[in-house]
């Protein structure tokens, strides 16, 4: 104790977030900045997480759209197989931004086109063995990396965040 001020550790609850929300209450104590403070996070987490995600797939030569076709074929269970306007369907695009995915996907080896034996004016996209293979190794590693992102949540924590996030998707604008 030689009169000097003891140095203080940071404090490790606080985050950028807390400055900028401090900082705008300071110069306008007149708004409600609470949903800034959660949307600014959910940013934050959506930056990281999605640089992260974009590492695993460029492991397994995908991108993010290549990875959700091969999701979509793949949890639908055998045989793997669906027709285009499915799959737009499924991943919410629009059909011509999904006949670039499936060329790249063909030209790679990992889907494959043929006709719709029922509708001979319509094709069916089918999972190739080497599509299951990079999906199936693409989603181990996904999994692990998404548990590893969320480590610092306990269960009960995961829980109530994906809760209280689904019930922010669900509610109307």
Known sequence: MN???EEQAPDQSRDAIDVIVEQWRRER????LSAMAVFGRIAMVSRVVEAAVEQ?????????????VLSALRRGGS??????????ATLMMSRAGMTNRLDRLEAAGL???SLDPA????????????????????????AANLTR???????????????VLR???TTPA
Do not use: K, M, N
């Not at 104590?29 to 409600?32: R, V």
């Not at 027709?83 to 737009?88: K, Q, Y």
């Open 119 to 142: 509708d001979r004016r319509s094709f069916r996209i089918a999972l190739t063995e080497e599509g299951r293979r990079v999906i199936d190794a693409a989603l181990t590693e996904h």
């Open 111 to 113: 889907v494959e086109r």
């Open 149 to 163: 992102l969320a480590a610092g949540l306990s269960p009960d924590d995961t829980a109530v965040l994906a809760r």
């Open 29 to 32: 104590p007149d708004l409600d």
């Open 56 to 68: 695993v797939f460029a492991r397994h030569g995908l991108r993010q759209g290549e990875f959700d």
């Open 3 to 5: 009169g000097e001020p």
């Open 79 to 88: 045989p793997y197989t669906l027709i285009p306007s499915e799959l737009s």
């Open 167 to 169: 019930g922010l998707l």
